[in-house]
């Protein structure tokens, strides 16, 4: 019954799955179809646990403190060593145009950073959009500084003058060029970008739990169904839960191709895959990160293949 997504008695109890995410805005539309009910519909009980720290959040999952994460690829990619393996098993969204690069008035395009310095955190997805936009005009990270400090100090410094550029996201982005006159040089819609989000979990849990991840990932259908459907009561719902307005989850929302049915299939039949390779590139070609890659990470197709196969509209 579970697989195929039929709760039926009142009294057939819920298989609970607890899930760690962020407030992006790709991760949110979850809390939607928590208060909607879509979860429980599926036959679960979905505890949603919010994390700061993404590498935190998948850490929790490879450690069994959850059952699941809410991660980028590139973070799923450099969790901690353990007794398992992180396994990658959809993709949420990927950003396009909600993260970029925006610079002082004298830089006007991504080759003009050659010599500069770019304010980024090491690491982290800063990091990985700063090195794919390099690659794009065929730079090397050897040819530009990168300042190790967070977004907001990151754009304090931008404006101070005391670096070039910083690497960003929206609405921070937007209103960083326009604050001090400046330019945004590059966004994830400019390339196929590696700013890939996705559900994760341990090689292990899949295994004893592929059934309840199925129902997840259905869940998550019915989910973006009802973001191309009935948009309005999406978005205000999330926006009421995060303390924002409708228009500016709508606005942060827009920047990001959302992880449909089309998209899963495209990222599972060879796209994670290349974009895993490309990323172990970029790591490597660049040790200032200090981060132990995990090459071993499993993409893993079993859940969402059989919820493709069950979901209809």
């Not at 196929?192 to 259905?218: N, P, W, Y």
Request: proline residues 3%.
């Amino acid at each position: 019954m579970l697989l195929h997504g039929c709760v039926g008695k009142q009294n057939l109890s819920l298989k609970s799955l607890r899930v760690g995410m962020n407030n992006w805005p790709g991760y949110a539309i979850a809390l939607y179809a928590k208060e909607a009910g879509i979860f429980k519909k599926r036959g679960l009980n979905v505890e949603l646990v919010r994390f700061n720290n993404q590498q935190d959040n998948i850490r929790a999952s490879l450690r069994g403190s959850l059952d699941a994460s809410f991660v980028p690829l590139w973070e799923a990619m450099q969790v901690d060593p353990g007794n398992d393996r992180p396994a990658y098993l959809m993709a949420v969204d990927i950003s396009s145009g909600s993260d970029g690069i925006v610079a002082g008035p004298k830089v006007k395009s991504i080759a003009d950073l050659r010599g500069k310095t770019v304010g980024a955190k090491l690491g982290t997805v800063t990091h990985l959009i700063l090195l794919e936009a390099l690659k794009s005009q065929n730079l090397q990270p050897s040819d530009i500084k990168i300042k190790d400090i967070s977004n907001d100090t990151a754009v304090q410094q931008l404006k101070e003058g005391q670096i070039d550029a910083a690497v960003v996201w929206e609405p921070l982005l937007s209103q960083t060029a326009t604050a001090i006159k400046g330019k945004i040089i590059f966004t994830t819609k400019d390339v196929d970008s590696l700013v890939i989000d996705g559900l994760a979990t341990r090689s292990s849990f899949v295994a004893q739990h592929e059934a309840e991840l199925t129902q997840f990932i259905l869940a998550w259908f019915d989910t973006i169904h009802a973001v191309e459907t009935k948009p309005n009561e999406v978005f205000e719902s999330v926006a009421r839960q995060l303390g924002q307005t409708k228009e500016s989850f709508m606005q942060d929302y827009s920047g990001l191709k959302k992880g449909d049915i089309a998209m899963n299939k495209r990222m599972f039949e060879g796209r994670l895959e290349s974009a895993k390779r490309q990323i172990i590139q970029l790591l490597k070609a660049d040790s200032r990160h200090r981060q132990i890659i995990r090459e071993d990470i499993d993409i893993n197709d079993r859940p969402l293949k059989a919820a493709i196969e069950l979901w209809k509209p």
